[in-house]
């Protein structure tokens, strides 16, 4: 037997590391893998020369200004290397039962593969209990166990316009945004966008609340987001100087989560995420 070449097996683990904290600097994938930054640019360049990631420019929502920070991110070919198996045979045989019974069997087929996980999921998100937060984290951490690759983040957006005055308390937008780094199912999702409004859906049912999809894998996204919003709180005075920048978000998806955009319009709204 030949041993598996040790650079392969260590991409494996960098390629891993994109999907599940993606999109990550270098320095970060550093940090977490414990490589020195010449030894991670190889792999980085290598994955990248094989066409597995690829570079999102992602500029800080603080300021706005300066260049782009450059982030690695699971390419169409990497998410399809980490694990999308049979699904062009699922295609296929969804498109001909699509054109044999109609788009509404179509649907009806998502509607009833998303009700098993609904009925899975629950009392996963019922044990958290009340609380949206810890509701939305342990729906996260079930999704990951089925290969969707879930995190959150909480994100507070100031009211007005993004405003901020020295010493004076600010109502802010609290939201957390659900993040899946990975889809089993994207081909599928690509194909019959009733997939993504079934799953959107679902979330919506288990955490009580209107939900919001920002962007989808299927659809082109680095990462499928979706908006849960928390509601209104009172931050303290802001900070003056350099320590007064907000935290680094995706900035297209604090603006997506504004109510004036129309990207935001509830699940209900939207003909597709």
């Known amino acids: ?74 390419s169409q070919r990497g998410q399809t290397k980490m694990g999308n198996d049979y699904l062009d045979i699922a295609t296929a045989a969804l498109a001909q039962l699509g054109q044999a019974a109609g788009p509404e069997a179509i649907e009806e087929f998502a509607r009833t593969r998303f009700a098993g996980m609904e009925e899975r999921y629950r009392p996963i998100v019922e044990a958290a209990g009340p609380d949206l937060v810890a509701r939305a984290h342990a729906l996260a951490g079930a999704l990951t166990t089925d290969g969707f690759v879930g995190s959150t983040k909480t994100v507070g957006l100031p009211q007005g316009g993004g405003s901020r005055t020295v010493g004076v308390s600010r109502p802010v937008m609290l939201s957390v945004q659900l993040c899946q780094g990975h889809c089993p199912i994207q081909g599928l999702a690509s194909a019959f966008p009733a997939f993504c409004e079934q799953e959107t859906g679902v979330f919506a049912r288990l955490l009580d609340v209107d939900v919001r999809r920002l962007s989808t894998l299927a659809s082109g996204g680095h990462v499928c987001t979706t908006h849960i919003p928390l509601g209104r709180t009172t931050t303290a005075p802001a900070p003056a100087g350099p320590e007064a920048s907000m935290p680094a978000v995706d900035q297209a998806a604090a603006d997506a989560a504004s109510p004036s955009n129309p990207a935001t319009l509830s699940i209900h709204q939207q003909g597709r995420p």
Do not use: N, Q, W
């Open 1 to 74: 037997m030949v041993s598996p070449d040790p650079d392969e097996r260590t991409r494996d683990r960098v390629l891993s590391a994109v999907l599940e904290r993606g999109p990550v600097s270098a320095a970060e994938l550093g940090d977490c893998l414990g490589f020195t930054p010449a030894a991670m640019r190889r792999h980085l360049d290598a994955l990248s020369s094989d066409g597995l990631i690829e570079v999102k420019r992602v500029r800080s929502s603080a300021s706005g200004a300066g260049r782009p920070a450059r982030r690695y991110v699971l």
